[in-house]
């Protein structure tokens, strides 16, 4: 089976602080995501990341950044946290079948999801 | 950009009722649908999915169909139990170009015993 791991369930912080949600895969998927979901507006993409280093945005990438180090690894930093950045941070990978970007992606699979609320 | 509509953001059902959740989407390009439950406290885990070159696809009480001229697709859930109770997601994707997904609002399932 597939395993996502977020580093933290719920997560309280102030604004302005620098903080760091860590994801982890286990199934060496070469695609990771990061969404927030918020109530009546769905899932929408931050980042995601094709490869180790790589890194695209998303839909909403504003007051974000990621780092992907190693490829079971995908970080989502806000650099100065804000009270409209309390959301549900969720993580998710994919697998590539055949070669490079033109190969059929797999579907996603998403961790248990971080709550974030900052004060 | 990929648009993807779901209706209703709310359901009831009786237990045993089926129940039917819609989607529509915007770009024609778009080959790939899952569907997602997700129950509380828990991230979204995918339950059925269809590639654009099938119309219908059937595990066990949950079904998927697909109508690629009109651009939407419908999740089927039939002899609803309490545990269907959940939010349910549709995403579309180009599989075969890119990685991202674009996700519905959502649709909050409550199945009343």
């Known amino acids: 089976d597939v395993k996502v791991t977020q580093s933290s369930r719920y997560l309280v912080k102030r604004t302005g602080e620098k903080v760091f949600l860590e994801c982890v895969q286990d199934?060496?998927?070469?695609?990771m995501f990061w969404y927030r979901q918020d109530p009546g507006l769905g899932l929408r993409l931050i980042y995601f990341?094709?490869?180790?280093?790589?890194?695209e945005k998303g839909d909403i990438p504003e007051g974000y950044s990621v780092s992907r180090e190693k490829k079971e690894r995908f970080s989502l930093i806000l650099e100065s946290a804000s009270t409209n950045q309390t959301s549900m941070y969720l993580c998710?990978?994919?697998?590539?079948?055949?070669?490079?970007?033109?190969?059929?992606?797999?579907?996603?699979?998403f961790g248990p999801g971080t709550r974030l609320t900052v004060l | 950009g990929e648009n993807v509509e779901q209706h209703p953001s709310t359901l009831s059902v009786q237990e045993g009722d089926s129940a039917v959740i819609k989607c529509t989407y915007s770009?024609?390009?778009?080959?790939?649908f899952p569907w997602y439950k997700q129950e509380l406290g828990k991230g979204p885990q995918l339950i059925i999915d269809?590639?654009?070159?099938?119309g219908e696809k059937k595990d066990q009480r949950i079904a998927v169909t697909l109508n690629k001229t009109a651009k939407h697709f419908s999740l089927h859930i039939t002899e609803t139990q309490p545990e269907d109770s959940a939010v349910y997601f549709c995403?579309?994707?180009?599989?075969?170009?890119?990685?991202?997904?674009?996700f519905g609002t959502g649709t909050s399932l409550t199945v009343i015993p």
């Open positions: 770009d024609s390009a778009s080959n790939y």
């Open positions: 199934m060496d998927h070469e695609n």
């Open positions: 990341s094709y490869d180790v280093k790589m890194k």
């Open positions: 269809i590639r654009s070159n099938v």
């Open positions: 995403a579309a994707s180009r599989s075969y170009t890119g990685n991202q997904f674009y």
């Open positions: 998710a990978s994919s697998f590539i079948h055949g070669l490079g970007l033109a190969g059929r992606t797999d579907t996603q699979y």
